[in-house]
């Protein structure tokens, strides 16, 4: 049993050796430490009398000498005589001193008739690591309860690479204990030494005795070091003392690149050049070919740590790596550099710590900081860590963040410890969707349907783990799993996929399961929804006697989603469908807590999500999360039945009669107008002023309905004369959006400019105006307008993803991107933004990433339309029609609105198939939403594919009338027109779509519908 625990890295002008010396310790050590009379505590098996650790650092090397006495005082303290002592043969040589056992004041010298026994050491071998140690070892022969144990050795260690550039560290106990410890360090004035102790060892110096330096520090029945619970790593290192003779970071940088850069240096005909041709052959972009070579090194070269012949930082030459296929972080590092410089890719090594090196930059300049070597390239922008030892990594965005906190570069000039800024993910660890159809009614069994992603450092492992399986015991594996994940579905069918692109899993299940629902036929019914309430984040206490300001580490890089879909049983005359679900935007703690539910068409979805943002917060965020904890949003997310709203009673005539209050007044009115009933709507907004004149919903619906039959200056009329009185800026908005539509443009921008000076610094009404100048063509200033108003709320995602969207409209696609790129950095659980990026990444050819992206907004709300209809169109570029079709097929089958037809009509059209049932389900969509311009749209692309260009014609007609800058409807026209023989008409058409948008008509370019 050692006390005290020694770490030294350097030394030199010492002769190595791999056997064992018996002799007496140096003349410069010095006697025990005086024992202490306390007593062990009860039960302990044994008692530390003293223990002594000392070094002396000097030109000829550097020798650590140990000692301790123990008491046995229980059996089970007899392990206590399997003397071990380990040690490097390249580096080391070990002399024993003493071994002896004292009872009842008698000494027995053990080594008078027993040896050290001397076996070669490899305990890692499992961890594939080959070290070369040596280890002797020596069973205590007699040894008994009550006696007392002594023990004593120095090991003399060189280091042929660092020199007489000592360093290392000195322990001392930080649990509480009855005895004498001793920590003791020497050096000679000749050698330049520095040296730090932990702030809790209070005033320590070093004494100059006789040309020498000593610094010696006692402690005697230490109490217990106190920690401080929940802090960073850097701040619970109690008891230490560190020391160094490297001058600086850069000291140390400039004496390990030598190593790797000549490591990495290749023959002429090396192999490794042939393999670098392969690679530049078939990618040609900088960053392609680094991915290929990571790949290369991870996938061909097997992870075996060899720290034989003083190799701990001398790494093996890279046409030696390849050769022998095998090679620990440094030969895989030397041989992914040699690859990357054939390949023209700027890299170099840098050494990390593996479990993070918090507190790197308050140690002294040593390597003993890091344990890992991986290598740094820059792309985009950003720096990336490539590390050959991982499996996996087919991609630089898919690369897990790294856990490093500090890297120090290898290379011959300056060089300095440099941070690693950590970033939140952007993708989830584990994301599950799980999709419930309860429709069939409350008694009978659900379909169940779930997918779950995984991604991260635990993908390789659970590949290999399932790729080793027979298909059939997978199976059973994958039904055990879902039968602890969701206990109270019975699996049907099971599956799991790897995406290599990606580097993540997928496990989806099907069957059937009971919904809990509560209540009965006569009251009403409700579900908990799954997987939709936060439990709240454990307060953040710590006893008082501990440091109260220190930071608290958090679980970082933690991020998982759960999202829900229940299709639920049919609404009825006594019931209809409501919920409870708050919505949850909360940063607390260094975790973001995110969940939105909507529900429509019989369908109630939740989404949430919980991030860690942040590796640490402080003591005044964790005040604020303490203080937060009693108003914490922890309730289960609810769906359940209300009393249905009572009809309104029928007038003399039989029609509905609403009742007189505007406010019934209004919301009948946007019904009629919704419904296509613009005259209707206008007259019933009238019977909303008349009972109240400011109404600025009803003010706004009269002219808009008057706007849609066509009377835009009864519209104008309306809106000028409530401006008059109300000068709420939303009377202009509208005002000027029927300019626009007028084609009164000037006039239009006229009322956007009064507006953007007026209100200059409301980013809500300016965000508004900037929207308006899109759709009356004025780009230019949409663009400037929220260049302003990004400048003001710079971290607001919706603002950067809506200059994306003006910015593709201009055609600036490589802008548009690193604007949806940060809306994503801001705001990761927006789905919208995952869409546009996603067409964006298309059109750009990007399609494996689009389809990522589309994935994962699918992921978050596979609800949305858009989001399906897209996803099964790339489906079926992708080559999966199949899972297309049937994706449409579920979203229609329960959809009341008519969205769902909508999209499958509008894929059907793109896709040339089925026209037939794509006619049917656009004649009932536009039944269902005859205002919606974009249904109508869709069913003129049906009779353009049927070639019925006359009620093609009249589709995109109706569609323009609705919404005249409707862009993909005057691209249809135009290749309407031009196949009727109009092609002036045709070019008048594809001209106006254009200047509205640049990308209009690339769905139907790409189907082969030009004009």
Known sequence: MLAVAISLTAGCAVAASRDIHYGPPGAWVIPFPLPTAAEAPEGAPVRVIDSDSQIRVGDGGSEMYVTYRLKILKPEGLSAGNIVATWSPSSDDIT????????????????????????????????????????????????????????????????????????????????????????????????????????????????????????????????????????????????????????????????????????????????????????????????????????????????????????????????????????????????????????????????????????????????????????????????????????????????????????????????DLEPIKPEPLLRPLESTVLEVDASAGFDKPAKVKVEQVIRGDGVAVMRSSLAGLSAEDAEHMLKRYWSREASWVEPDSVAWRYDDYENLIVLTMTGVGQPDWSGDDQDDRSLEIYSAGFNPPNKLHRPKEQDQTAPWVTGFPEFKRWTTLITLPPATAKWRWAYFSDPVHERLGGSSYWREASLKDGVVRTTMSRRVFAPEISAADAAALNDRLPHFNNKMSTVYQAKAEPKADPDLNGKTKPAQDPVTLTEAANRLYRKGQFSAAALTYDKALAVDSTSLTATIGKAESLDSIGDREGGLHVIDAAIKVDHDPNLALVRASILSQAGRIQEAMATLDALSASHHDNVALLRQVAGEAVYAGADAHAVATLDAVVAMAPTDGDLHRQRALILDEVGRLDDALAELNEANRLEPENGLTLAHRAKLLERLGRQRDAQADIDEAWRIDPSDGGIRSHKAQMLIHAGHAEEAWALLDAWAAHDQSGRSLNGRCWVRGLNDVKLPEAEADCAEAVARGPVVASYWDSYALIALRSGRLKDALDRYNRALALDPRQAASLYGRAVVRSRMGDKSASQADFAAAKAIDVAAGLELGAAGLTP
């Open 96 to 415: 024993i001193h003493g071994l002896k056992i004292i009872r009842a004041g008698q000494v027995t010298d053990v080594l008078a008739k027993t040896r050290f026994q001397i076996i070669q050491r490899e305990d890692n071998l499992d961890a594939a690591m080959l070290d070369g140690g040596l280890t002797a070892t020596l069973q205590v022969p007699g040894l008994q309860v009550g006696d007392e144990l002594e023990f004593a050795a120095t090991v003399r260690r060189r280091d042929p690479i660092f020199g007489e550039k000592a360093g290392g560290f000195m322990q001392l106990p930080v649990a509480g204990m009855p005895g004498a410890f001793r920590a003791r360090l020497v050096w000679p004035d000749s050698v330049p030494l520095h040296w730090r102790a932990t702030p809790d060892l209070g005033a320590v110096s070093a004494l100059d005795r006789d040309g020498k330096q000593e610094l010696v520090y006692e402690l005697r029945d230490p109490k217990a070091a106190v920690p401080t619970d929940g802090a960073p790593a850097r701040l619970n290192v109690r008891r230490r003392f560190v020391y160094s003779g490297f001058e600086s970071w850069k000291d140390v940088s400039n004496r390990v690149f030598p190593l790797f850069d000549k490591a990495s240096q290749l023959t002429p005909n090396s192999p490794v050049r042939l393999e670098a041709a392969k690679i530049a052959a078939t990618a040609k972009d900088p960053q392609e070919r680094a991915e290929a070579a990571l790949k290369l090194v991870q996938d061909r070269i097997r992870y075996v740590y060899v720290g034989l012949d003083g190799r701990n930082y001398r790494p093996a030459d890279a046409d030696e790596t390849w050769s022998r296929r095998f090679g620990d972080c440094k030969a895989k590092s030397v041989l992914l550099m040699a690859l990357l410089r054939e390949l023209g890719v700027e890299a170099e090594p840098v050494l990390v710590n593996s479990q993070g090196g918090d507190g790197a930059d308050q140690l002294l300049p040593t390597p003993t900081a890091f344990d890992h070597v991986v290598v740094r390239t820059h792309f985009g922008g950003k720096a990336w860590l490539l590390d050959g030892t991982r499996l996996g990594d087919g991609r630089l965005e898919t690369l897990s963040p790294p856990v490093y906190r500090w890297v120090l570069p290898l290379r011959p000039g300056p060089a």
